[in-house]
């Protein structure tokens, strides 16, 4: 009996164990698993999503929408970037699609490739894997120095033949790339992520899919080198649709906005210079949107085609789907031509969709938010701690409503050149219509919006300056900056607006503050810029910096945000202060400092 009881002692803390054990395997089967759909260059506001009717099926109709989602930067490398680690661009420091500035190269030397998500999904012991295009700059040449860290499974796209739609260079995990020619490259995409997605499900371990078109991106042909550089000679023509839907969209046109190829010139800078655009452009542009919605319609069977394999494979209620773009898209507005990289709502304003165990279906939110909040939400919701140094936070689903306090700013940011894509440039220069690349296009700018206000405030390098309150002017048509009349030699004088009933010299003086410190945040200063002016926390926002106790400190004591000189890619010296002054009650001014 003795020996009996001994061993039914020893068996008990054994069962435990294995049945702990077996808990635990069981909870990790149970982690859910991720699909992210990254499109390249998709618009939100041109409408692209209406044209998608197997996004709107599995996706909109089933997921949360988020019609207030931006990136923070309106080129595409930077941006992926920003999503792919939880940083700022002026925290990694890829601010360009190329060399020195940007690419995979530069995404490499600042130690970026042992610091993204892969490697952080690997860590909590995800199977990872990942299909198209990854980043700018990453080529036929350098695909091996280093390779892509963290991947279980791989395939890439690769320069310079990334946007050639129907001559496409694919590198699959740790072998030489192979050449498509005559291929459509969605097509041999869908092959390869459902190739993947059956390798993820034989695993038996949680997963993380990345799927990555370059559709609606327009189609490059490169003529010498193995980088796609807007300066050299490429060809840019709209993106080329798959044979089966060239037929479609015969009749559609560009929505007619308020903004659209306007009688007025708008905006600052360059982009106040632009010229009204013939009918010839116009229909021309008309082509190019179509184009683009042909092209979106592979994207769209593709979507389809994974939904239904993860509802054959019985993991659909367990997987979390994302879909985005890196960046927006503009054609005709404010008369530019077909191009990204301006800060307006068009460019930075993207789609965003998820849907997944608990999110609610079939919704829109209003919660303010950006790729760099992308990463710590993934962290959330395979339930691991966000890191310290995540500029963005994770994202709530718990209804319609901002809620965990959600921020009401974007941080915008944008060094070096923008390009007018097709056969029009900008039409600035003097016997050439073809001019189609402005070089000093950087500026800092900021979004927010409230229940209150919805605005746009940006400083171009050239210290020229632009103030929206898109809540009576969705279309940024005008420019209400106070300085506005200065900046642009004739500008008719106009009664002042105001903004909360308040003097716009007030509103500016607060939303420069705000920009000084998001320019060169770090950390939770992003996510809680206004506790960087007011270390009491007693400051949340716009309207609690309003407060008449503060008026000195805005508008004549802080330092303002401005540029010494336009660069190409991240100087510091160039971009002014890098600090705020902060409000210290109590005090004298002169004691502040």
């Given amino acids: 009996m003795l020996l009996i009881v001994i061993a039914a002692l020893l068996f008990v803390p054994a069962a435990l164990a294995r049945d702990q054990s077996q808990s635990r395997l069981q909870a990790e089967r149970k982690r859910p698993n991720i699909v992210f759909f990254l499109t390249d260059d998709q618009d939100l506001h041109l409408n692209s999503l209406d044209y998608q009717p197997f996004v709107k099926t599995h996706l909109r109709d089933q997921g949360l929408t988020f019609h207030r989602h931006f990136c923070t930067v309106a080129l595409c ?3 992926r970037v920003n999503l792919w680690t939880g940083k700022a661009a002026h925290n990694t420091n890829v601010t360009d699609v190329n060399p020195p500035y940007g690419g995979y190269p530069k995404f490499v030397s600042q130690g970026l490739n042992d610091h993204y998500l892969p490697v952080w999904l690997q860590q909590a012991g995800y199977q990872t894997y990942y299909t198209g295009k990854l980043f700018n700059a990453h080529t036929v040449d350098n695909y091996h120095d280093p390779f892509p860290a963290a991947w279980t499974g791989s395939d890439f796209l690769l320069d310079p033949h990334t946007y050639s739609y129907l001559n496409s260079s694919w590198q699959r995990n740790h072998d030489p790339p192979v050449s498509h020619e005559g291929a459509y490259t969605t ?3 869908s092959t390869k992520a459902k190739g993947f997605l059956a390798d993820a499900v034989a695993s038996d371990e949680p997963f993380f899919l990345a799927i990555a078109p370059v559709a609606p991106h327009s189609n490059v042909e490169v003529h010498g080198g193995n980088l796609i550089d807007p300066g050299a000679s490429v060809t840019v023509t709209p993106p080329i649709s798959a044979e089966r839907h060239k037929h479609l969209f015969t009749n559609v046109k560009i929505p007619r906005t308020e903004h659209f190829n306007p009688s007025q010139p708008s905006g600052a800078n360059w982009i ?3 010229p009204r655009q013939l009918n010839a452009q116009v229909d ?4 190019f949107y179509r184009s683009r919605l042909r092209a979106l319609q592979a994207v769209d069977e593709l979507v389809d085609d994974v939904f239904n394999l993860l509802d054959q494979y019985g993991i659909l209620d367990d997987t979390y789907v994302i879909y985005t773009s890196d960046n927006g898209y503009h054609i005709g507005q404010h008369r530019l031509p077909p191009g990204k990289e301006c800060g307006y709502a068009e460019d930075v304003n993207v789609p965003l969709i998820i849907r997944g165990p608990g999110v609610p279906q079939g919704i829109t939110t209003d919660q303010v938010t950006s790729h760099t909040d992308l990463v710590p939400t993934i962290f959330q919701l395979i339930g691991i701690d966000p890191l310290g140094d995540f500029d963005g936070a994770a994202i709530q689903f718990l209804g319609d409503r901002p809620t965990g306090g959600r ?3 974007v941080n915008l940011e944008y060094w070096g050149f923008a390009l007018a894509e097709g056969k029009y440039g900008y039409g600035l220069a003097h016997g050439d219509s073809n001019d189609r690349l402005m070089r000093n296009n950087t500026y800092k700018a ?4 409230s229940d209150e206000y919805n605005l746009y405030y940006s400083v171009w390098c050239n210290n020229e300056h632009e103030l929206y309150d898109l809540t009576t002017d969705p279309f940024q048509l005008h420019n209400i900056h106070p300085a506005v009349g200065s900046q642009h030699e004739g500008e008719v ?9 308040l003097p716009l010299s007030k509103i500016v003086s607060r939303l420069d503050a705000l920009l000084l410190v ?5 950390g939770a200063s992003c996510v809680r810029p206004w506790h960087v002016l007011h270390p009491k926390g007693d400051v949340e926002s716009l309207k609690d910096a309003l407060q008449p106790v503060f008026d000195y400190y805005y508008e004549s004591a802080q330092v303002k945000v401005e540029f010494s000189r336009c660069e190409q890619g991240q100087l510091l010296d160039a971009e002014g202060p890098q600090e705020a002054l902060v409000f210290r009650d109590g005090l004298k001014w002169s004691e502040w400092t």
């Fill in 518 to 522: 998001l320019k060169s945040c770090k």
């Fill in 284 to 287: 021309y542009n008309d082509e």
């Fill in 187 to 189: 097509d041999i995409l």
């Fill in 407 to 409: 921020q009401e700013h």
């Fill in 77 to 79: 490398c930077p941006s």
């Fill in 272 to 274: 106040r210079r632009l």
């Fill in 446 to 449: 900021i979004r927010v919006i």
């Fill in 493 to 501: 004088d106009r009664p002042s607006p105001t903004i909360l009933g």
